[in-house]
């Protein structure tokens, strides 16, 4: 069975701080991999996805991820973080062909001015 | 934003009560989902549809029944609501299945079982 783990649960940075968010799955076979965004008090929102291709995948406001299938990971990173980043990032899993997606436990992120 | 509405936004309920949530989309999407959100836990798939009256059990789908009787209309019942299930209820949709395209969500349903 397919798993995720996001072992930051709480990160607080300053405005224009680099930011790297850790996530590692647990699947042998071929992932499709997701990063979702949920900000205070609304629904989540797709930031990026992998599928297949390069490995370094670029999402919304700013946001990238690299797959490094060695690692079983997919780190979500942004150079440069702004108040308006404050949120919970989950990171989620499916295995190609299987119905279900698993997410991650999430990552609340504060930013602070 | 996809055409998802969660109906009602909040509740607030007794236990032992019957609840029913439902989700309605106007994208004509086949595959629909129902996930609970809590603390530490994540989003947690409780079941899914794969098309009209086509459903099937996700994580956590004990205590939970689920209805498709119409492909824009995506019923979550919980038969007699209990406090473990005080939670916050999303509805997602799909264009396909699993992750070959990805979910969109509803604003969610805020349910407190006192």
């Known amino acids: 069975a397919q798993s995720v783990s996001q072992h930051n649960h709480h990160v607080i940075l300053s405005e224009a701080a680099s930011l790297e968010l850790g996530c590692n799955y647990s699947?042998?076979?071929?992932?499709?991999l997701f990063w979702y965004v949920q900000y205070p008090g609304q629904h989540l929102q797709l930031l990026l996805k992998y599928f297949s291709g390069d490995p370094l995948v670029k999402g919304i406001k700013g946001f990238e991820a690299e797959f490094i299938k060695s690692k079983f990971s997919f780190n979500l990173r942004k150079p440069s973080v702004q108040w308006s980043d404050t949120a919970e990032y989950f990171c989620?899993?499916?295995?190609?062909?299987?119905?279900?997606?698993?997410f991650g436990t999430g990552t609340k992120l504060q930013v602070i001015p | 934003d996809a055409g998802i509405t969660q109906s009602p936004r909040h509740k607030v309920t007794e236990t032992g009560t019957p609840v029913t949530l439902r989700c309605h989309q106007t994208?004509?999407?086949?595959?629909m989902y129902w996930y609970r959100q809590d603390p530490g836990h994540g989003l947690r798939l409780i079941h899914y549809s794969y098309g009209v009256k086509d459903t099937d059990k996700g994580e956590v789908s004990d205590g939970y029944s689920v209805s498709r009787s119409k492909t824009e209309d995506f019923l979550l019942t919980l038969e007699s609501a209990t406090s473990s299930q005080t939670s916050v209820y999303f509805c997602a949709i799909s264009e396909s299945q699993g992750g070959d395209q990805p979910q969109h969500f509803g604003d969610g349903t805020r349910l407190s079982i006192l």
């Open positions: 994208e004509n999407h086949r595959y």
């Open positions: 699947y042998g076979g071929t992932v499709n």
């Open positions: 989620a899993v499916n295995a190609r062909g299987y119905q279900k997606v698993t």
